[in-house]
């Protein structure tokens, strides 16, 4: 009973403290999104508390913690595989450094924290109905210089591609905040995030539905996928979004490199996308970038 009680107090602080920091916490580009989503959680509290209350009373389990360098992760079950985790969250934080600034990271006081969730099902709950809030978020101070004061990321064990896709992808969130400094693009952060999935079909199917989507004129202009700050609504636009965001993503890089990438991401926040692709990268245009799109795609 005692742990009962004390998981049931832990998790429905911990929807609270969700519930809090999504009114703040965002990736990188994710501002209006979280906007969105606070809203309707709030409408979904007292249906969330409820769910809670009866997942606590189904798993009368206290919470656990471990650690590896910057990383902390809380699980309440499958601890060999939450240790599992933490230290390979810790080894890719390095990694994902060393690829985009071509060395390891400096010591840093990134403290970040990661939840380890035993199903989709319960993170969906926790998170107030909100599937979107199960990643990584980072918080810059606009004060400290982009300083990062807040580094979250939620994980579920029942997540098939949790080691080799998902978790690469949400390390890459954090560093790319952590690199750049400042709001990140959506489709940038996300084709980053997707392209350091290590699933090469996945790619290859990536590829495939960007094509189908420019064949029938579904695909994004260039000009407004980079204008996006929220996911869009239907599925289909959803999967043309991260696909393409991969694609324009894995061009650039395989151009000019991660710290030319990087260089990009940066001009483009001061003067704009024409100007930060034609002193970054040399190219005239939008227009230019989308044509070398569809000759990657059509190789
Ligand atoms: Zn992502």
Redesign the pocket.
């Known amino acids: 009973m005692i742990h009962k009680r004390n998981w049931l107090g832990t998790i429905v602080a911990a929807a609270a403290a969700v519930l809090l920091l999504g009114a703040c916490a965002t990736?990188g580009a994710r501002d209006a999104a979280d906007d969105d989503d606070d809203r309707d959680r709030t409408r979904r509290v007292p249906h969330a508390l409820a769910a809670l209350e009866s997942i606590a009373q189904a798993n009368p389990r206290p919470w656990h913690t471990a650690r590896a360098r910057n990383f902390k992760i809380a699980y309440h079950a499958h601890r060999e595989l939450a240790e599992r985790v933490v230290r390979r969250a810790a080894a890719l934080w390095q990694t994902t450094h060393a690829r985009w600034q071509g060395r390891a990271a400096a010591a840093s006081d990134l403290s970040c924290e990661v939840t380890l969730y035993n199903s989709y099902r319960e993170l969906v709950v926790m998170t107030g109905g909100s599937p979107k809030l199960g990643?990584?978020h980072v918080r810059h101070s606009r004060l400290m210089r982009g300083r990062i004061l807040t580094c979250r990321i939620n994980l579920t064990a029942d997540d098939h591609h949790l080691l080799d896709a998902t978790l690469p992808?949400?390390i890459t969130?954090i560093v790319l905040g952590q690199l750049v400094g400042r709001r990140v693009p959506l489709w940038a952060?996300?084709g980053a995030?997707?392209r350091a999935e290590r699933a090469a079909r996945r790619h290859a199917h990536r590829r495939a539905l960007v094509r189908r989507a420019l064949a029938s004129g579904r695909a994004y202009a260039l000009a407004d996928l980079f204008r996006i700050h929220i996911y869009p609504a239907s599925a289909w636009q959803r999967r043309v979004f991260y696909a393409q965001s991969f694609t324009v993503v894995d061009l650039l890089l395989r151009l000019g490199g991660h710290a030319r990438f990087l260089r990009l991401l940066r001009a483009a926040h001061d003067s704009g996308w024409s100007r930060a692709l034609s002193s970054v990268y040399g190219l005239t245009s939008l227009q230019q970038l989308e044509q070398a799109l569809r000759a990657d795609l059509a190789r």
């Open positions: 990736t990643e990584a992808h949400e969130h952060n996300e995030a997707t």
